[in-house]
């Protein structure tokens, strides 16, 4: 047996605001039993009680309303299941992520800077295959993700064995969106293909630093290399690039990432061991 009850005795049933209820209602997630045509006050079936339940704990796990209403509203089973391990998934990377800031937080917090180690070198010009974009900063994992799934492909297809990497303009870093040209190297007389285009990186002297592991530490290897180029170098026009030695195509291990960070300078430094021999 199911009785009718008001908006304000629904949510107090719920622990869902009133608000909340005339918000779900407006977007067709949960609508009241029936409306007052004359007054407009909503009243609820005590059976809706566990539909709301329902859709207040997917919105406790932070599921996008899209999805809540898939979950919520299917009665397709598979397809609530599959909804929901996906957003699991992606809850546990978010989980994943927080923890490896966590660490480099104490880690920032009470162990000093690591001394970095900086090789100098001069990078003759290439020609790559690349995949070049305009990348806001928030987007740039997914975008990576689809730039190197495809340079991978293309790599395997054609045997291609060199190391990616990707430029950064300053507009990236100073405007959290640029240009971003992910690339892979490839011979000289490298004939065209289909879906991709053929770039051609310029040389140029570079201050190198070898960032190891997950990328939540990240800045602090652009910190600590910036830092050294200002006070030992001469800083040269150019976007940055990072060449991805050991990345997540390689291993499933973050531990072993390896990522070369490859600030431009002028030139040499006169006291460097490149310089000298």
């Not at 430029?167 to 405007?175: A, K």
């Not at 240009?179 to 770039?199: H, I, K, R, T, Y």
Request: aromatic fraction near 8%.
């Amino acid at each position: 047996m199911t009785a009718t009850v008001t908006v304000g005795e629904f949510s107090r049933m719920t622990n869902l605001s009133v608000k909340t209820l005339h918000h779900y209602h407006e977007i067709g997630l949960l609508a009241p039993a029936s409306v007052d045509p004359s007054s407009g006050y909503r009243r609820y079936e005590t059976g809706q009680v566990g539909l709301a339940l329902l859709i207040r704990r997917l919105r406790d796990l932070r599921m996008p309303l899209a999805d809540v209403r898939a979950v919520a509203l299917s009665t397709d089973r598979a397809a609530r299941e599959e909804t929901l391990r996906a957003h699991l998934d992606r809850m546990e990377k978010e989980l994943a992520g927080t923890r490896d800031v966590v660490a480099s937080l104490r880690s920032l917090l009470t162990a000093g800077p690591e001394p970095l180690r900086v090789e100098y070198r001069y990078v003759p010009p290439f020609r790559a295959f690349g995949v070049r974009a305009h990348v806001e900063r928030a987007q740039i994992g997914p975008w990576c993700v689809d730039a190197f799934g495809r340079l991978d492909a293309l790599a395997s297809a054609h045997d291609i064995r060199a190391t990616a990497g990707a430029t950064y303009s300053d507009d990236f870093f100073t405007e959290d969106a640029g240009e971003v040209v992910a690339f892979l190297p490839v011979d000289p007389s490298q004939e065209p293909v289909d879906g991709f285009s053929l770039v051609d990186l310029p040389g140029g002297f570079f201050a190198i630093a070898v960032h190891a592991g997950a990328m939540a530490d990240f800045d602090r290897t652009y910190g600590a290399l910036g830092s050294h180029v200002a006070e030992h170098c001469s800083v040269a026009p150019g976007p940055i690039r990072e060449l991805y030695v050991v990345s997540p195509g390689d291993t499933a291990d973050e531990s072993s990432y390896r990522t070369e960070v490859c600030w431009p300078i002028q030139q040499l430094p006169l006291d460097s061991p490149v310089a000298k021999g």
